[in-house]
């Protein structure tokens, strides 16, 4: 199973909901990543889990929390968002994060996110 | 600052034809180079080029990292209007983040 699996597809929020993404991966992968990506620009690196630990988060806004229950699913609860938020969420994963060895990064279908 | 960049920017051609994607980096502390091609969701991982592994071949598919000249090239023979996406050149750091260039946007015609 190389698939990352990413719910829902589609979300359309208002500015004052509270909502998450969700990912999960079955791979036995324990490093996992959220990205953002805008039309026609490649993606933007959110934050990434390893080992269920955050290790990177690259100055996001406190409106997005990430949450990594266990290896296998991350969450990203997203909370009173602007307009300029709208964009495709990605969630990848790949293997550990080794010091000498860097690993593919596989992504999930993402996350079609609308903020009105 | 770290940089990478792919060109063309776009390219059309006709089925059957052989196009070559090129991507230059500068990266401090480089430890591998990747491609992707996305089309309409998700990036599709295709290569990972190393200093172990400067050539990857899949199917009509191949790839081969200069680290001297600090670029990959991604060829792709005999091509079908499947192939038509965007394929992204990312490299990654010492931190073990993805650098992404802009990506080419590849139309094949039938």
């Known amino acids: 199973d190389t698939e990352v699996t990413q719910t829902p597809k589609h979300l359309v929020m208002g500015m004052t909901n509270k909502k998450s993404l969700k990912c999960e991966q079955h791979m036995g992968h324990r490093a996992m990543y959220w990205y953002k990506q805008k039309a026609k620009k490649p993606p933007e690196l959110m934050f990434v889990y390893s080992y269920e630990k955050l290790s990177i988060n690259e100055s996001v806004p406190s409106r997005f929390s990430p949450e990594c229950p266990n290896s296998s699913l991350l969450n990203l609860h997203l909370h009173a968002l602007q307009p300029e938020d709208s964009a495709l969420y990605l969630c990848?994963?790949?293997?550990?994060?080794?010091?000498?060895?860097?690993?593919?990064?596989?992504f999930g279908p993402g996350t079609r996110l609308t903020v009105t | 600052e770290d940089k990478v960049v792919q060109s063309p920017l776009s390219l059309v051609v006709h089925e059957g034809d052989t196009v070559t994607l090129n991507c230059s980096y500068e990266v401090t502390n480089f430890r591998s180079l990747l491609w992707y091609k996305q089309e309409k969701k998700a990036p599709t991982f295709l290569f990972m080029l190393?200093?172990s592994g400067i050539e990857k071949k899949s199917g009509r598919l191949s790839s081969i990292l200069d680290k001297k000249e600090l670029s990959s090239i991604l060829n792709i023979t005999a091509t079908q209007t499947g192939d038509s996406a965007i394929y992204l050149c990312?490299?990654?750091?010492?931190?073990?983040?993805?650098?992404w260039g802009a990506g080419t946007k590849l139309i094949i015609k039938p």
């Open positions: 190393t200093s």
């Open positions: 990312a490299v990654m750091d010492s931190n073990y983040q993805l650098i």
């Open positions: 990848a994963s790949s293997q550990p994060l080794l010091r000498l060895w860097a690993y593919e990064q596989y």
